[in-house]
């Protein structure tokens, strides 16, 4: 199972950028997906989560209005929508995938099975 994380870069402040995360060798359809981040010195956390077929998700509070998770299961991708970005966004960012992940584990790092290598997201101010 391979998961590809793509998208990440340089953005002023205020500005906009769209992760991508392709997976491969397994049947993307059946696994939930999330994007966690960290950001240097920082433990890994929380960012977006989206059930098998997209009818679920879940935001950290300081991402709500700014970022948006969606899936196209034909493409087996996962995307994340980042606008308004801000220095603080500076981090990297992993996509990974669990099967019928809880409730009670959406937001944890251990209710995934499959990680991603991580794409650098770095916002100047």
């Known amino acids: 199972v391979q998961l590809q994380a793509s998208g990440g870069g340089l953005v002023q402040a205020g500005g906009s950028l769209r992760l991508s995360c392709t997976a491969s060798g397994v049947t993307f359809a059946r696994y939930d997906m999330v994007w966690f981040r960290q950001a240097p010195g920082k433990e890994r956390e929380f960012v977006a989560f989206?059930?098998?077929?997209?009818?679920?998700?879940l935001y950290a509070d300081a991402m709500k209005g700014r970022f948006t998770i969606s899936r196209d299961n034909a493409k087996n991708t996962v995307y994340l929508q980042m606008n308004s970005l801000k220095p603080e966004d500076t981090a990297v960012y992993y996509c990974?995938?669990?099967?019928?992940?809880?409730?009670?584990?959406?937001?944890?790092?251990?209710?995934?099975?499959?990680w991603g290598q991580g794409t650098l997201v770095t916002v100047s101010s």
């Open positions: 990974a995938a669990g099967f019928l992940v809880p409730v009670t584990l959406r937001r944890e790092i251990h209710g995934y099975t499959y």
């Open positions: 989206i059930s098998r077929n997209g009818g679920s998700t």
